[in-house]
């Protein structure tokens, strides 16, 4: 394959705000424009300018506890409002915050591989260790807000040291969907370039509010607050299990979220009998969301067509980005430049191309980073390529307009036994459209066919439908890629269970390790050999066996 390249003419350079040192440098003074949080199961809120007060006395206590510019801040808890308060502390020290996974570590070994100063979490029986460097975040709260009775000497902040371009402002956490996760450090010059995008293509501006519910430990959910305090408006901060009911409180005009969120919001008012006219639709959404969507973000992981048209012929844009943490946003959709099933056209400062294996390439004017911090021996030349890019190990297309298309990861590539190679995502994505199916991952790699483990819609999905229905999807599939075995998992797959990271992305590795005798017995009870004379051949399909097994601690880490 020869190579292709697109992105390569950015044309003029476009004047990029300083939005880190403007952050961390100085005073908001916004009283219009607010951030809304949930503390103790209500909706509360600050004006920009008491909130950027109170990081400003969180940051006085940080300085008195040791922190320099330049040193590591660690964060290891769900999202809250200590969590933002430290972010923006720390970056009013010229120091690096660095977000950690909850529960995953033990904070003495964080402490350690990531070089942190102090090491606030959400856990109370990790705090007060020998050390002293790691603390309850909940005493954050304290030193942001109880200002009565505060000693005259109480610490003052020291002016801001400014952070250069080259500088790091944040650690960075692979999401850990292929491996265990990679820390990577993020340059200011690169959160600067790719707010600067954001801003270029949809003008965050006076009377929007961004809601906010995944981890704000990936940084580029930072971002979103960042903006407000750059560019003025709102922004409200929720976690994924109050996000739909936070919407429909605050009325946010645009979501930051992730597939597996606006498809189990489809099904959830589908359930409800929404109408089927597009209006009514329309209507439908918005109500559920507050009434005032100007449009929906989505990323992290690939969107099917049927939850983007759900959205978009109803009225309520979902504009589907491309990106990793070693390069931030590479491509978005966005009002005037949208291609539904595309992840859009390539940024203005990003370059793509694919090498001679069909792998995209991607370059950067400010890359995050050219090597991983924290990684195992080999992880960096894998990834970061001599010349600075990153080879991203997806494999897509562009069209003749410059929209991008992911078809899938090499790693997403099934061989069967007869030399048939099927990118899985393909078959996974017309699965997904089959009634009661809410998610799926396809099998077969060495097997004579595919095989798939369906999460249910709902616990009674009729097995001898299912069937039926893949048997049909067959006939509109190629040989190759048609399944004849299904295993209805035990519940839902779910990021509590381990089958779905933290941006509802499959866990491919856990959940064929969970169900692995249940497919080995399917292809033992159903012995067909695809070499594409068996179109009409009947579907298997199995509930999974007994409830599923104790080993899910250690599947999550495979």
């Given at each position: 394959m020869t190579e292709q390249t697109a992105g390569q003419d950015p044309g003029p350079p476009v004047p990029v705000a300083d939005v880190v040192n403007t952050v961390a440098g100085t005073a908001c003074q916004d009283t219009r424009h607010r951030i809304h949080y949930r503390e103790d199961g209500e909706i509360r809120s600050l004006s920009l300018a008491d909130l950027d007060a109170a990081a400003v006395r969180v940051a006085a206590r940080l300085h008195a506890l040791g922190i320099r510019a330049r040193d590591r801040v660690g964060v290891m808890a769900p999202n809250r409002i200590e969590w933002v308060l430290l972010d923006l502390a720390a970056l009013k020290l010229g120091a690096v915050t660095a977000g950690i996974e909850p529960d995953r570590y033990q904070p003495a070994a964080v402490l350690a591989e990531f070089g942190l100063g102090l090491l606030f979490t959400g856990d109370p029986h990790h705090a007060g260790d020998a050390s002293g460097a790691v603390h309850d975040i909940a005493q954050v709260h304290a030193w942001a807000f109880d200002t009565v009775g505060t000693p005259a000497d109480a610490p003052a902040l020291p002016p801001h040291p400014g952070y250069d371009p080259a500088d790091i402002c944040a650690v960075k956490q692979t999401s850990g969907s292929t491996g265990p996760p990679k820390g990577i450090e993020a340059t200011v010059a690169s959160v600067n370039r790719s707010l600067a995008a954001v801003q270029e293509m949809f003008d965050h501006r006076d009377g929007d509010n961004l809601l906010v519910f995944l981890p704000v430990r990936f940084l580029q959910q930072r971002y979103w607050i960042y903006s407000a305090l750059a560019h003025g408006h709102d922004v409200t901060l929720a976690d994924r299990v109050t996000a739909v009911e936070t919407a429909h409180a605050v009325s946010p005009?645009?979501?930051?979220?992730?597939?597996?969120?606006?498809?189990?919001?489809?099904?959830?008012?589908?359930?409800?009998?929404?109408?089927?006219?597009?209006?009514?639709?329309?209507?439908?959404?918005?109500?559920?969301?507050?009434?005032?969507?100007?449009?929906?973000?989505?990323?992290?992981?690939?969107?099917?067509?049927?939850?983007?048209?759900?959205?978009?012929?109803?009225?309520?844009?979902?504009?589907?980005?491309?990106?990793?943490?070693?390069?931030?946003?590479?491509?978005?959709?966005?009002?005037?430049?949208?291609?539904?099933?595309?992840?859009?056209?390539?940024?203005?400062?990003?370059?793509?191309?694919?090498?001679?294996?069909?792998?995209?390439?991607?370059?950067?004017?400010?890359?995050?980073?050219?090597?991983?911090?924290?990684?195992?021996?080999?992880?960096?030349?894998?990834?970061?390529?001599?010349?600075?890019?990153?080879?991203?190990?997806?494999?897509?297309?562009?069209?003749?307009?410059?929209?991008?298309?992911?078809?899938?990861?090499?790693?997403?590539?099934?061989?069967?036994?007869?030399?048939?190679?099927?990118?899985?995502?393909?078959?996974?994505?017309?699965?997904?459209?089959?009634?009661?199916?809410?998610?799926?991952?396809?099998?077969?790699?060495?097997?004579?066919?595919?095989?798939?483990?369906?999460?249910?819609?709902?616990?009674?999905?009729?097995?001898?439908?299912?069937?039926?229905?893949?048997?049909?999807?067959?006939?509109?599939?190629?040989?190759?890629?048609?399944?004849?075995?299904?295993?209805?998992?035990?519940?839902?797959?779910?990021?509590?269970?381990?089958?779905?990271?933290?941006?509802?992305?499959?866990?491919?590795?856990?959940?064929?390790?969970?169900?692995?005798?249940?497919?080995?017995?399917?292809?033992?009870?159903?012995?067909?050999?695809?070499?594409?004379?068996?179109?009409?051949?009947?579907?298997?399909?199995?509930?999974?066996?007994?409830?599923?097994?104790?080993?899910?601690?250690?599947?999550?880490?495979?």
């Open positions: 005009t645009v979501i930051m979220g992730v597939p597996g969120f606006y498809g189990q919001l489809m099904t959830r008012l589908e359930a409800d009998g929404i109408p089927a006219d597009p209006a009514g639709r329309g209507a439908a959404i918005q109500q559920a969301l507050g009434g005032r969507i100007r449009y929906l973000w989505t990323g992290s992981a690939p969107a099917g067509r049927q939850v983007l048209h759900f959205f978009h012929d109803a009225g309520v844009p979902l504009h589907e980005g491309y990106g990793l943490n070693e390069t931030c946003i590479v491509t978005k959709n966005h009002p005037g430049a949208f291609r539904v099933g595309s992840v859009g056209r390539v940024l203005p400062h990003k370059r793509i191309r694919f090498d001679k294996d069909g792998i995209l390439i991607v370059g950067s004017s400010h890359p995050v980073n050219t090597r991983y911090t924290w990684c195992a021996p080999g992880a960096n030349e894998r990834v970061f390529l001599p010349t600075g890019e990153v080879k991203t190990y997806d494999i897509g297309h562009v069209d003749e307009d410059g929209f991008l298309y992911i078809d899938g990861r090499v790693d997403d590539t099934v061989t069967l036994s007869g030399a048939l190679n099927i990118l899985v995502p393909l078959v996974e994505e017309r699965l997904r459209e089959l009634p009661g199916v809410h998610d799926c991952a396809v099998f077969g790699d060495g097997r004579p066919y595919l095989t798939a483990v369906v999460s249910p819609a709902a616990p009674d999905l009729d097995g001898e439908a299912l069937a039926r229905d893949l048997a049909k999807l067959n006939q509109e599939l190629r040989y190759e890629q048609r399944l004849f075995a299904a295993v209805i998992a035990h519940e839902p797959f779910s990021i509590e269970n381990g089958l779905l990271n933290a941006q509802y992305k499959l866990m491919r590795t856990p959940i064929g390790a969970r169900y692995a005798g249940d497919l080995e017995r399917a292809y033992a009870e159903h012995r067909i050999y695809n070499d594409g004379t068996v179109g009409d051949a009947p579907v298997l399909v199995t509930a999974a066996a007994g409830p599923p097994h104790d080993g899910r601690a250690e599947d999550e880490q495979k």
